[in-house]
């Protein structure tokens, strides 16, 4: 008999646990990993509501009952639970706290906002007095999420999605972040605290450049819409987290388009379940509301909870599916999934990435996907599994005034770089214009014609940029769509390699790379001899002369284009003067080639900086 009762009593005990009561407190560890009290990885799944203005009466306790229940009939066996309040409705969100303690799952409270960081003392006194709660009753199933999408850094409100302009940096994010954080760490030191990214929180790569230090436990936020094609290279943001130990939590991701409604793919949401569950992120499905949107996981019943089959969507049915396939301990195979094909860590070495959600613009350095135009005309995006390109995606024209405008932020410095162009050519050569704002001229990238139709091919071009951030448009007009399939392109510091292209390096017979003598690359101006630091060169058209650090132009009418590179050719300054001096102070000590272009004619000069 007493055998019997321990068994019984076993069961009774098992049937009662949660995943707050198995896990505890939540930290992440220094993979960037998700863990329990134990140092055990675990991977929350579950749903988020919609916006609590619009739904304000699912923010129940059925509501969070029926989620996180394991009835094989209703429940989802959910064990996390996402409360968009746009509001800071305190109340609101100690009484969510209490249904979800009493559940057994953990929840975030978010600020659902696009505009948080003109609210920030609002922000910070809600979290505060949140946290300030969470404290009183000793829970720690609480996650903060401070920022749900950032958008537009002038933005009209929580709600507003159109103000458009300036959309808002990392570092404005990262600033207000600054300013919420101390007053929940003051109450809660060690719970999960989530902030989200630019552009509807899927610029990770932002934040993993410039996280925020001196808190522990800080996570970052990924968004995504699985049937949006634009979205497909989140992918590699959520690899690169995962290869790079930085700590992501998929807050928000929907089976639909971005805009909530259209048609699921439903090919592309496989693969995407597949994707991180693989990568083991933790993740909240958008919404369990019953708005008329595929995005939409209730039909019918209301926010009564404890919904049947039949008052489920289809994404309803498959995301409650997936939970509780996965939390009692399902595989991709008995999900039903494919194993998803992923790529190496080492495409992350040396800072290259092959590419970027649809943000509408890129960093120097890593690619720019061609479908991440921050302005076109007649461009389409196109998705070919049937082709050997970054994730399947390119652009095409679509009439004949076509051109892409793309931003490119974070440009070390003025000067020339490699520009690299991915792309096939079937049917002829092309000759692309392009044009940098803020630079003189037009430039231009010869694409070869290419041979393979199954694999995009690769051409470089030196490109002229300035520092901060630059707007690059490609003139695709009278390219037919039939003539170039776009990929991507990039920008990376010029090397050795890359100043042939200017002249200025040979190879000699026994395969070393030399430095020319820089007068032979004269045109248009008499040559001049080779001269120490401070001797002056001299023209018809310009004269230099260098004493010290400090560089006078003078006899020219109009602009003297000047570049100063090293010896490896790397362009180290570049600068559009008139007469007057040119302080060279900022230049390391050693020697560097000089050119000067006026009025077409160019004199290149080796100096030499003590």
Same mark, same amino acid.
């Given at each position: 008999?007493?055998?019997?009762?321990?068994?019984?009593?076993?069961?009774?005990?098992?049937?009662?646990?949660?995943?707050?009561?198995?896990?505890?407190?939540?930290?992440?560890?220094?993979?960037?990993?998700?863990?329990?009290?134990?140092?055990?990885?675990?991977?929350?799944?579950?749903?988020?509501?919609?916006?609590?203005?619009?739904?304000?009466?699912?923010?129940?306790?059925?509501?969070?009952?029926?989620?996180?229940?394991?009835?094989?009939?209703?429940?989802?066996?959910?064990?996390?639970?996402?409360?968009?309040?746009?509001?800071?409705?305190?109340?609101?969100?100690?009484?969510?706290?209490?249904?979800?303690?009493?559940?057994?799952?953990?929840?975030?409270?978010?600020?659902?906002?696009?505009?948080?960081?003109?609210?920030?003392?609002?922000?910070?006194?809600?979290?505060?007095?949140?946290?300030?709660?969470?404290?009183?009753?000793?829970?720690?199933?609480?996650?903060?999420?401070?920022?749900?999408?950032?958008?537009?850094?002038?933005?009209?409100?929580?709600?507003?999605?159109?103000?458009?302009?300036?959309?808002?940096?990392?570092?404005?994010?990262?600033?207000?972040?600054?300013?919420?954080?101390?007053?929940?760490?003051?109450?809660?030191?060690?719970?999960?605290?989530?902030?989200?990214?630019?552009?509807?929180?899927?610029?990770?790569?932002?934040?993993?450049?410039?996280?925020?230090?001196?808190?522990?436990?800080?996570?970052?936020?990924?968004?995504?819409?699985?049937?949006?094609?634009?979205?497909?290279?989140?992918?590699?943001?959520?690899?690169?987290?995962?290869?790079?130990?930085?700590?992501?939590?998929?807050?928000?991701?929907?089976?639909?388009?971005?805009?909530?409604?259209?048609?699921?793919?439903?090919?592309?949401?496989?693969?995407?379940?597949?994707?991180? /569950?693989?990568?083991?992120? +933790?993740?909240?499905?958008? $919404?369990?509301? %019953? &708005?008329?949107?595929? @995005? *939409?996981?209730?039909?019918?019943?209301?926010?009564?909870?404890?919904?049947?089959?039949?008052?489920?969507?289809?994404?309803?049915?498959?995301?409650?599916?997936?939970?509780?396939?996965?939390?009692?301990?399902?595989?991709?195979?008995?999900?039903?999934?494919?194993?998803?094909?992923?790529?190496?860590?080492?495409?992350?070495?040396?800072?290259?990435?092959?590419?970027?959600?649809?943000?509408?613009?890129?960093?120097?350095?890593?690619?720019?996907?061609? /479908?991440?135009?921050?302005? +076109?005309?007649?461009?389409? $995006?196109?998705? %070919? &599994?049937?082709?050997? @390109? *970054?994730?399947?995606?390119?652009?095409?024209?679509?009439?004949?005034?076509?051109?892409?405008?793309?931003?490119?932020?974070?440009?070390?410095?003025?000067?020339?770089?490699?520009?690299?162009?991915?792309?096939?050519?079937?049917?002829?050569?092309?000759?692309?214009?392009?044009?940098?704002?803020?630079?003189?001229?037009?430039?231009?990238?010869?694409?070869?014609?290419?041979?393979?139709?199954?694999?995009?091919?690769?051409?470089?071009?030196?490109?002229?940029?300035?520092?901060?951030?630059?707007?690059?448009?490609?003139?695709?007009?009278?390219?037919?769509?039939?003539?170039?399939?776009?990929?991507?392109?990039?920008?990376?510091?010029?090397?050795?390699?890359?100043?042939?292209?200017?002249?200025?390096?040979?190879?000699?017979?026994?395969?070393?790379?030399?430095?020319?003598?820089?007068?032979?690359?004269?045109?248009?101006?008499?040559?001049?001899?080779?001269?120490?630091?401070?001797?002056?060169?001299?023209?018809?058209?310009?004269?230099?002369?260098?004493?010290?650090?400090?560089?006078?132009?003078?006899?020219?009418?109009?602009?003297?284009?000047?570049?100063?590179?090293?010896?490896?050719?790397?362009?180290?300054?570049?600068?559009?003067?008139?007469?007057?001096?040119?302080?060279?102070?900022?230049?390391?000590?050693?020697?560097?080639?000089?050119?000067?272009?006026?009025?077409?004619?160019?004199?290149?000069?080796?100096?030499?900086?003590?």
């Amino acid at each position: 008999m007493r055998k019997i009762f321990f068994l019984v009593l076993f069961f009774v005990v098992a049937a009662m646990a949660t995943p707050v009561s198995e896990n505890g407190a939540l930290s992440f560890n220094s993979e960037g990993r998700i863990v329990n009290e134990k140092g055990q990885v675990v991977q929350l799944r579950g749903m988020s509501l919609f916006w609590d203005q619009w739904a304000s009466g699912w923010f129940n306790e059925n509501v969070i009952k029926g989620l996180a229940s394991t009835d094989g009939s209703t429940g989802w066996s959910a064990s996390v639970i996402r409360a968009p309040l746009s509001q800071l409705n305190v109340t609101q969100a100690k009484n969510m706290i209490d249904w979800a303690a009493a559940a057994g799952i953990y929840i975030i409270i978010d600020y659902h906002s696009h505009c948080a960081h003109k609210n920030t003392n609002n922000s910070a006194n809600f979290f505060r007095e949140v946290s300030a709660y969470v404290k009183q009753k000793s829970y720690k199933h609480v996650i903060y999420e401070l920022y749900n999408e950032p958008l537009y850094e002038n933005c009209w409100g929580e709600t507003d999605t159109q103000s458009g302009g300036t959309k808002t940096s990392w570092s404005i994010i990262k600033t207000y972040a600054l300013s919420v954080i101390p007053g929940i760490r003051a109450n809660d030191p060690n719970g999960l605290i989530l902030v989200g990214t630019p552009q509807y929180s899927q610029d990770v790569f932002s934040a993993q450049k410039d996280p925020i230090t001196g808190y522990n436990n800080i996570g970052y936020v990924l968004h995504f819409y699985a049937s949006e094609s634009g979205h497909s290279g989140l992918k590699t943001e959520l690899l690169r987290a995962r290869c790079q130990n930085f700590p992501v939590f998929i807050t928000e991701w929907g089976t639909s388009p971005a805009i909530g409604n259209g048609s699921i793919n439903w090919t592309w949401v496989n693969e995407w379940m597949a994707w991180i /569950e693989k990568l083991g992120y +933790s993740w909240a499905n958008w $919404s369990l509301y %019953d &708005k008329n949107e595929t @995005a *939409s996981a209730i039909s019918s019943g209301g926010s009564s909870g404890y919904w049947q089959d039949y008052q489920l969507t289809q994404s309803g049915q498959y995301v409650r599916k997936m939970i509780r396939g996965f939390s009692s301990g399902g595989t991709l195979a008995t999900m039903g999934l494919s194993e998803p094909s992923m790529q190496s860590c080492s495409i992350f070495e040396g800072g290259e990435v092959f590419e970027f959600e649809r943000t509408g613009w890129g960093e120097f350095g890593p690619a720019i996907n061609a /479908e991440n135009y921050a302005d +076109s005309s007649n461009i389409q $995006s196109v998705e %070919d &599994k049937s082709i050997h @390109a *970054s994730q399947d995606i390119y652009i095409k024209t679509t009439g004949d005034n076509a051109w892409a405008k793309y931003e490119m932020r974070n440009v070390p410095a003025d000067g020339y770089y490699r520009m690299v162009f991915v792309y096939q050519a079937p049917n002829k050569e092309l000759k692309i214009p392009y044009t940098v704002e803020g630079v003189d001229g037009t430039s231009y990238i010869t694409l070869p014609q290419t041979t393979d139709n199954t694999m995009f091919s690769t051409s470089r071009a030196p490109i002229q940029l300035k520092s901060g951030t630059d707007y690059i448009t490609f003139d695709l007009g009278g390219v037919t769509s039939n003539d170039l399939k776009f990929d991507a392109f990039w920008a990376k510091t010029m090397d050795s390699t890359d100043s042939v292209n200017f002249g200025l390096l040979e190879v000699d017979e026994n395969g070393n790379r030399i430095v020319k003598d820089p007068e032979s690359s004269s045109s248009g101006m008499p040559e001049s001899s080779a001269t120490e630091a401070i001797a002056p060169v001299r023209s018809s058209l310009v004269q230099l002369q260098l004493q010290g650090r400090t560089l006078s132009l003078a006899g020219v009418e109009g602009d003297i284009a000047l570049n100063i590179m090293d010896l490896q050719g790397r362009v180290m300054l570049t600068k559009r003067v008139r007469s007057g001096q040119v302080d060279l102070s900022n230049l390391r000590s050693g020697s560097y080639v000089l050119r000067a272009t006026a009025r077409g004619a160019v004199v290149n000069q080796r100096i030499n900086l003590k």
